[in-house]
């Protein structure tokens, strides 16, 4: 019988495949060498000469269930509470303002989570642009929108509502050159690599180079993005500074993470560091053994050295054909017929894999993908009609922004005095007032939040087109949405898959009572109704919930 002898190495990987697997390096004498990927194990293997043949064929397939292991541990829930979708980016608000939301707002209106700007300190930058924020100097948890305190009360006062917490980190890079002194007071020089809040030195970045060629996958990631000082994420001090950021978050209660410029860093990297993570708080309402959601930031339109398959064996990736198909779709430039087969047949990663969007803080100012194809709240029509769209199909996890409005693509958020973000102001519709936009709270959109939690776990059914911009479709007999981006008006008797009675439209009004704000639609025994969608109105949607029966 052989004794078989194996000691294991973790080193980074520079060319991982893009699902992991183990290779076996048996074709020459032992010891044999077997690697894990993407996670880059690396184990030698010593073998008593014998009956070797059985010997490597079991141990063969107990690498092989070890692998399974590997995959199967790996984390792409959202770790939302039952019963609530979707999640919404508060872009740019205050700790103390996101708290009162949570409580005021996401929580009674039946949003699962919620993405925050980034957390940690970032270069103080003229003007103080948006981006100041994806400038870091430091992890200390100090930014314009508040400190630590603030923080770790807004995470628990969210999640005692039943809404979770996604911070955008970023461990790419650290701040440009100009960048020397942070909102929590430390300084830096990132000329000289220095940024003892940290703390960092030129040991712990890349050499200095530019990305010039987006073929050039060595160039992406381990070059610097607009002057960025890139960090080295295969350094283990690097590795040990960013998982003590990541794990006293999730100390903090946070849900998971939003990985800025993942397409940036090697995969093998990322996956040491999300393999150091902390299960999720039980403190804070999570099941024991969760795992915090990893969605990274991978701008994949094809035509690049790097696909976003090299990432979602560790993490799903936020989806941008996703919103710039959508937008070219509710542009009119596709045809809403052929949103028929929406999901991975568009080239998109897989369902588990997408976080989706209409639009993020990036692409709606022209920055990233998509393009002035890219719907935001400037175009409101289509804009609600694409977030209704997104919320009623259930592909993907979706996203949806709150911006603050903006004409020059610098513009950083309301301010009471140039420096100090200004708290959103309530109109009498719960818009917002203030320069604060809050989509999220726009009803054609709340309300859907409301329709993809009726329906959750209802198949996509009952599909219905005219052949052009008229579509429907139910999920299964719990919801039933129409659109209409023809230039004349939908009238047709179409199956909604509902139960017989009568429904408040909820793009249109909301439910109160027995009554309806807006239209209402009964649903005959045979699960039709006669629906109408004018060409002229201000929405072009019709949506049906079980939960909106009168």
Not at 85 to 103: P, S, T
Not at 294 to 307: C, H, K, L, R, T
Not at 326 to 345: E, H, M, P, S
Not at 479 to 490: E, G, M, P, R
Request: overall charge negative.
């Amino acid at each position: 019988m052989s004794i078989w002898q194996l000691s294991y190495l973790i080193a980074p990987s520079r060319d991982p495949p893009a699902i992991p697997h183990w290779s076996i390096d048996g074709s020459a004498d032992p010891p044999y060498k077997l690697e894990l990927w993407p996670f880059r194990i690396q184990t030698e293997l010593s073998v008593q000469p014998s009956s070797s043949r059985s010997s490597k064929m079991i141990f063969t397939k107990t690498l092989l269930a070890l692998a399974f292991v590997a995959i199967a541990n790996a984390q792409f829930s959202p770790n939302y509470e039952s019963g609530r979708n979707g999640m919404v980016h508060l872009f740019e608000w205050k700790w103390d303002d996101i708290a009162a939301e949570c409580e005021n707002f996401l929580g009674p209106y039946g949003y699962a989570g919620l993405q925050v700007s980034p957390v940690n300190e970032n270069a103080v930058k003229s003007g103080r642009p948006w981006w100041e924020r994806y400038q870091p100097i430091s992890y200390k948890l100090t930014t314009r929108s508040g400190n630590e305190e603030q923080f770790a009360s807004m995470v628990k006062r969210c999640n005692a509502v039943g809404v979770r917490t996604y911070v955008d980190v970023v461990f790419n890079h650290m701040a440009a050159d100009g960048g020397t002194y942070g909102t929590a007071g430390s300084t830096a020089d990132p000329s000289t690599k220095s940024f003892p809040g940290v703390p960092f030195s030129s040991l712990d970045f890349n050499p200095t180079c530019s990305i010039s060629n987006y073929n050039d996958a060595n160039q992406v990631r381990n070059c610097e993005l607009v002057g960025l000082r890139d960090l080295n994420q295969g350094n283990s001090w690097v590795q040990d500074k960013v998982v003590e950021f990541l794990n006293h978050l999730i100390e903090l209660g946070v849900a998971g993470f939003r990985v800025d410029a993942a397409k940036h860093m090697w995969p093998s990297d990322l996956g040491v560091i999300y393999g150091r993570l902390n299960n999720l708080n039980t403190a804070h309402g999570f099941s024991s053994g969760a795992k915090p959601y990893i969605f990274q930031e991978v701008i994949d339109m094809g035509g690049e050295a790097i696909s976003k398959t090299e990432y979602t064996g560790i993490g799903a990736v936020t989806e941008f054909r996703h919103s710039d198909s959508i937008g070219k779709a509710f542009r009119g430039k596709d045809q809403l017929q052929y949103l028929v087969n929406w999901g991975t047949a568009w080239g998109f990663a897989a369902s588990d894999r997408s976080l989706v969007f209409v639009d993020n803080h990036d692409n709606q100012r022209g920055h990233g993908a998509g393009g002035a194809d890219v719907l935001t709240y400037k175009v409101p029509k289509q804009y609600k009609m694409a977030s209704a769209f997104m919320l009623a199909h259930p592909f993907g996890v979706p996203r949806v922004m709150s911006s603050f409005s903006f004409d020059d693509t610098d513009q950083g958020p309301p301010t009471t005095d140039g420096t100090n973000i200004a708290s959103p102001g309530f109109n009498s519709d719960m818009s917002c007032s203030g320069g604060w936009v809050c989509e999220h709270r726009w009803r054609q959109i709340y309300n859907m939040v409301a329709f993809r939690n009726a329906a959750d776990g209802a198949e996509l059914q009952n599909w219905w087109d005219n052949g052009s911009n008229q579509i429907s479709f139910s999920r299964g007999n719990k919801a039933f949405v129409a659109f209409n981006n023809d230039n004349y008006d939908l009238n047709s008797s179409l199956q909604t898959g509902l139960p017989a009675g009568t429904y408040c439209d909820v793009i249109s009004g909301v439910k109160n009572g027995s009554s309806c704000t807006g239209k209402s639609v009964t649903v005959g025994s045979d699960g039709r109704a006669s629906i109408s969608i004018s060409s002229s109105a201000d929405d072009g949607v019709l949506a049906l919930h079980v939960n909106a029966k009168l």
